[in-house]
């Protein structure tokens, strides 16, 4: 009975690690969202730059779909500019290197000096890379 009960116990502090580390990988991927919703606000080029990887590809509801380079000049440029975002119904799914964000996300936007609004469904894939969780792609949807 002693060794069952060790066991037992053994196996649930096991457990409990392995949920604490997947609570803290969870925390670092809502972080670095929190990151890239900053930096879209700010269009800040180090900032994107930061947040991003040199794969990625950012796609828009429209189907237009833009690489690292390209995001950033749209943002730095002023053609794409965010106001002021909200991101509700927030869901991450991390495994191993690789996390999956879906939220939705509600927005002002001032494109190219013209005030709008945008409310969308996207979907993030970010990738961990010298510790750090970098957005590899990007899809948006209507809603």
């Known amino acids: 009975m002693k060794n069952i009960i060790c066991s037992l116990f053994v196996f649930l502090c096991l457990g409990s690690s392995v949920v604490?580390?997947?609570l803290k990988e969870v925390k670092q991927v809502e972080q670095a969202v929190e990151k890239l919703k900053a930096a879209l606000i700010s269009g800040d080029e180090a900032d994107l730059k930061a947040i991003t990887t040199?794969?990625?590809s950012y796609g828009h509801s429209s189907g237009k779909v833009e690489d690292q380079k390209t995001f950033i000049e749209t943002l730095t440029s002023g053609?794409?500019?965010?106001?002021s975002i909200d991101l509700s119904d927030q869901t991450v799914q991390v495994s191993g290197n690789t996390a999956?964000?879906?939220?939705?996300?509600s927005a002002s936007t001032n494109d190219s000096g013209k005030p709008g609004t945008v409310k969308l469904g996207i979907?993030?894939?970010?990738q961990k890379q010298g510790g750090q969780w970098k957005l590899l792609a990007r899809q948006a949807f209507k809603i």
């Open 100 to 105: 999956i964000v879906r939220h939705t996300l």
């Open 79 to 83: 053609h794409s500019d965010f106001v």
């Open 123 to 126: 979907m993030l894939v970010w």
């Open 54 to 56: 040199a794969n990625l």
């Open 20 to 22: 604490n580390a997947q």
